[in-house]
């Protein structure tokens, strides 16, 4: 599985920008997809994250301003970011984890994109 981030840049507060991941490969049902940061000389952070079926569930910070969808026929996730603020500064990393049932069970596996960076000037 890869997985392709786009749509990073920068932007001056208040403004928008809207992230796309792109998943390729593999891609198995009940996968959870989700969007996190990494702020420089910070810990990475989930923003927020999306089942196939289910509603997207977001961190407190973004709640309000930012929209996560997805195109289950594309397997490509969105970020609609807006009233973007300096604190919203970070690499934002694709995320997609996905079930893999063997005898014992079920295996999640986890995939990373690498990154686009977004920079919100004041």
């Known amino acids: 599985v890869q997985l392709v981030e786009s749509g990073g840049g920068s932007v001056q507060r208040g403004g928008s920008l809207r992230l796309t991941c792109a998943a390729s490969g593999r891609i198995l049902s009940d996968n959870v997809m989700a969007w996190y940061r990494q702020a420089p000389g910070r810990q990475r952070e989930l923003v927020g994250s999306?089942?196939?079926?289910?509603?997207?569930n977001y961190a407190e910070s973004v709640k309000d301003r930012f929209i996560l969808s997805r195109d289950n026929t594309k397997n490509t996730m969105y970020l609609q970011m807006n009233s973007l603020k300096p604190d919203d500064t970070a690499v934002y990393y694709c995320y997609l984890k996905q079930p893999v049932r063997i005898i014992e069970g079920t295996n999640w596996v986890d995939y990373w994109g690498k990154g686009t960076l977004v920079t919100v000037s004041s």
């Open positions: 999306i089942s196939e079926t289910g509603s997207p």
